[in-house]
């Protein structure tokens, strides 16, 4: 079956990848978020934001005919980038995307989300809002404050939409010592998710260019310590796992379960992108 709009996630097929079977759909093209350590870079003029032509006809012909119910919206762009409050693009999607049986799981970086609650607690829908810092990250120029994040995830919550805290990158040096912190602050939440930061060439370059005091450490962190794994460069698998440890220990702690991504360790059951809370 060939679609338009809505793609198959990782046609790849990555072995790291433990994804349930699931499409993916884009808003946008592009993302106005400008996030230094962004992995979907790949897609050229990348921050530059644009609309795409004719999505609303393009998304329905593409829901009749789809395979699987499971679509995740978005995984290469934010579908709530700040223009979506003038554009109502993304809300527009919804209303159709209303009309079929799907099962919806949102990531967004953005509190714009929450606009939406309406709609979205009549659909069979998760969200998940990507939180990386409890003061505003350096390497996230154009995001929505974290405090607007959690505000958001918590109105999501208490509509009775399952709420996933996406705690994802942990950057060396960065934020791997707030991750306490953020998970406490929003320790309602249904499910975690995390992951280490990954990096390739460019996204290196933005970050020490905005951090050049990382310079060195990353190049014997990842360059010289870590592995290559297909495209990125991965930290040691044994600094992965002591940073992945605080995760577990304090969303143990809160009885929330967690999922990995891309990390090739087991997670605690669930689902490793939150999508077990509308998979029933
Ligand atoms: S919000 Fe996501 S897609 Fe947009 S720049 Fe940041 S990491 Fe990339």
């Given at each position: 079956m060939?679609y338009?709009v ?7 097929k990555?072995?790291?990848?433990t ?5 993916s ?9 400008g996030?230094?350590?962004c992995?979907a870079t790949y ?7 644009r609309e795409k032509?004719n ?8 829901l ?8 995740s919206?978005?995984?290469?762009s934010?579908?709530y980038?700040?223009?979506e409050k003038?554009?109502g ?10 009309g079929?049986?799907?099962k ?5 970086k953005?509190?714009i989300v929450?606009?939406?609650l ?7 829908c998760a969200?998940?809002i990507?939180?990386t810092?409890?003061q505003?990250?350096p390497?996230?120029p154009?995001?929505?404050e974290?405090e ?5 995830l918590?109105?999501i919550?208490?509509?009775?939409i399952p709420?996933?805290?996406r705690?994802?990158?942990?950057i ?9 912190d953020?998970?406490?602050s929003?320790?309602f939440?249904d499910h975690?998710?995390?992951?280490t930061l990954?990096l390739r060439?460019d996204s290196f ?5 905005r951090l050049?005091?990382l310079e ?5 962190l990842y360059?010289?310590c870590g ?6 460069w991965y930290?040691?698998a044994e ?11 304090k969303?143990?702690?809160?009885g929330?379960s967690?999922g990995?991504c ?6 605690n059951?669930g689902?490793?992108d939150?999508s077990h809370l509308?998979?029933?």
């Open positions: 060939t338009d809505i793609r198959p996630f990782d046609p790849w990555s072995e790291l990848c994804c349930p079977d699931k499409f759909f884009n808003p946008y093209t592009g993302c106005s978020h996030c230094l350590y992995y897609i050229p003029r990348f921050y530059w934001l032509k999505l609303l006809r393009r998304l329905e012909k593409d009749k005919k789809l395979e699987s119910p499971l679509i919206m978005s995984n290469s934010d579908p980038p700040s223009v003038q554009y693009i993304t809300r527009k999607c919804l209303e159709i995307m209303k079929y049986r799907i919806l799981l949102i990531v967004t953005s509190d929450a606009r939406d309406n709609l979205l607690s009549e659909m069979q969200v998940s990507s939180i810092s409890i505003k990250n390497l996230e154009s995001a929505p974290p607007r994040r959690v505000g958001a918590r109105k919550y208490d509509a009775g709420a996933i805290l705690l994802d990158p942990i060396p040096y960065v934020n791997e010592n707030s991750i306490e953020i998970i406490e929003c320790s939440v975690i998710v995390t992951s990954k060439k370059n933005r970050v020490i260019r050049p005091e060195g450490r990353y190049k014997k360059f010289e592995e290559k794994i297909h495209n990125s930290l040691p600094s992965r796992e002591s940073i992945l440890k605080k995760v577990v220990e969303c143990r702690e809160f929330i967690y990995f891309r990390e090739g360790f087991e997670f059951g689902s490793c939150g509308i998979i029933k």
